[in-house]
């Protein structure tokens, strides 16, 4: 039998699952089942003597208690920590749900949700988590146990809160709140509560519902929710720019957390009482508390703290005129990022320790400094900070009377400025490069079309097997419905987000609308210095008790939140990203920012990098026009959305989707 035959039959049924099952495709599988009927005796069928049957595939042991649920979790959640991606959680998800609710494991059901909400949380899938969550807790919600009930609405409502629907994770809170009597939920409803109160800047009634909260872990002697909560109150205070009863609260925080195990949350209190010292200019306080936090940094083994606790000391030596003393915090900085591989700490730690030898006039130092923060802040890609760099260097060689080098930095420091106005004719060439792969591409692909044609001109001869062919052809619709399910799935999956995402931006609308009417009553500003936080809390291993996870509040909205919120807002209202040449400095400019800090900011807060945000947005633009318009073209559709190239139009829209394209028109004209 002609192999090419064979292949461009196979590639003819492939292509009719993407559609309805058309007469064409009957034809093509009977068409499989009568070539496999033939050579069923054959080679292509015969095993070589020596060579062993395949093992059979491992089937997971079935699960009839809570104890192998929970086994059946954790072995999910390794495969997850180790890039299981999320559409297979979900798929497993399912089948432990069902499998739960047949043995009718109330308490694995519940599990099950916690550790669903805990995963995707973890990974910031937001949108998806509660799109998921919500479907499934409509579904099972009458087996779950009361505890279990409250506690996966608390988790939609975390969900709504990240996506800033405030108005549902209040009303889930409120309603939480009155209808169960359980004292330590109502704890953790309080908590979570409070930081939707801040962000409508509803100030007073966060502080009241978190010193609620602490009656019932004060009761239960647990210090280390309760300093949780006082440096929470700290960071309000912070935002309402009241250093003193900020700082009172995280020296209360921290007389809590001493005796408490967790070297994290108490650096994390340093650090803020830090700030606070250093902005009322009380340096030497604020020293001993950096100090202080160094210690703990070095007895936990956390590198990354320890550089940033070095980084504060040596720039409080700067601000009190001693950088002689600053260079030595800042060679530990060096010292400390490079063993331990921390490209971004070894940029801070070069370019600190440059402007202190150049405040010493070491210029030589200086210079050599210089060349090695040019270097890492080349290669993690802080262009403003490293053309910053180049021009410093050519003022000191200017200063040195060293005219020659001068003037060759002060060209590369032009240059680098020309260069940033060349991105667009380097576009233009990389865009003109992906079509010509992308021309290259529909050519196999109109090869491989006429290989089908000839393969369908050979049907006759397939003629004379028909025994196989009720057996195949059932099969090839089994497989055709359950791909056919799996598209539809998907297709499903992308319209309730594109649906959730429009009703989150009404929402949003209409918080904006009722933030100004506050505003102009309420007087209250902003801080002006980022606190330096972290929320207390894992996500490693969330196959174990999640539940006390909820516990874990977040810290109040920093700075960084409220750029990324204007940066959301420019792609959301004023559609940036139709704009084909957008860059990073656009959006950089576009919110009045750094491009170092921007991009920081975009990782920080999305998980996804400044390319991958931009094409995120395109290909939500594209799927709204192409539910809006089923009759468009692709072509059409890839260039309204802003993009302009086919190659990363597919993939981004595949990344972002599951689907290519042409599948998600498919679904979109026939649901049409």
Known sequence: MNCAFLFGLMREAWW????????????????????????????????????????QSHQPEPITTLEQGQVRLSELNSRWQQGMTPDSLVLEIDQLLETAERENLPELIGQTLEFLYGSLNQRRLYREGIVALERRFRQYERQLTPV????????????????????????????????????????????????????????????????????????QQNNLKIAGIYLNIGSIFTR??????????????????????????????????????????????????????????EEAGIPLRMAQNLLNIGNIKVDVGQPELAVEDYERVLEITR???????????????????????????????????????????????????????????????????????????????KELNDEEKRRNIAEIEEKYESE??????????????????????????????????????????????????????NIELMRSEEA???AQAQDHVEGKRSSKTAGEGTAKDTVHGAVHGTAQDIAQDTTQDLEVFVDAKSEERILYERIVEKFRKERIHLNPMLSLRDISMSVNSNDKYVSMTIAENSGMNVSSLINYYRVDEAKKMIVAQPECTIQEVMDASGFNSRTTFYNSFRKVTGMSPSQFMSRSRYRA
């Not at 559609?19 to 033939?38: D, H, P, S, Y």
């Not at 009597?181 to 801040?198: C, F, G, H, S, Y």
């Open 16 to 55: 009719a699952l993407y559609g309805v099952l058309t007469e064409k495709l009957r034809i093509a599988l009977i068409l499989i089942g009568l070539i496999i009927f033939a050579v069923g005796a054959g080679p292509l069928n015969a095993q070589a003597p020596d060579q062993e049957p395949k093992a």
């Open 148 to 219: 279990h009930r409250v506690e996966t609405e608390i988790y939609i409502a975390l969900f709504a809160y990240e996506l800033r629907e405030l108005d549902k994770a209040e009303e889930i809170f409120a309603r939480l709140f009155s209808a169960t009597e359980d004292p330590r939920l109502r704890a953790v409803i309080q908590t979570n509560w409070a930081n939707a109160k801040v962000d409508r800047a509803e100030f007073e009634a966060a502080i009241q519902l978190h010193l609620q909260a602490t009656n019932y872990y004060r009761e």
């Open 240 to 297: 309402m720019e009241e250093p003193d009863k900020a700082l009172e609260y995280y020296l209360l925080a921290r007389d809590v957390a001493e005796g408490v195990e967790d070297p994290m949350l108490q650096i994390t209190i340093l650090s803020n009482i830090g700030v606070v010292y250093k902005q009322r200019e009380q340096y030497d306080d604020a020293l001993e508390i950096y100090e202080e936090g160094l210690r703990l940094s």
């Open 339 to 417: 063993e331990n591989q921390i490209p971004y700490g070894l940029a801070l730690g070069y370019i600190n320790i440059t402007n202190a030898y150049k405040d010493l006039r070491e210029f030589e130092m200086a210079l050599q400094m210089a060349d090695s923060a040019v270097f890492y802040a080349d290669m993690i890609g802080l262009r403003s900070e490293k053309n910053s760099l180049i021009g410093m260097m050519s003022d000191i060689y200017e200063e040195q009377g060293d005219y020659r080098r001068a003037l060759e930095y002060r060209k590369e420091y032009v240059e680098a400025f």
């Open 440 to 493: 290259l591409k529909d050519q196999q692909l109109a090869l491989q079309e006429q290989d089908l044609e000839v393969a369908g001109l050979r049907n006759r001869q397939l003629m004379l097997v028909i025994g196989f062919l009720g057996l195949m052809l059932g099969a090839s619709v089994f497989y055709y419905q359950s791909r056919n399910r799996y598209l539809q799935d998907l297709y499903d999956r």
């Open 504 to 506: 989150e931006e009404a």
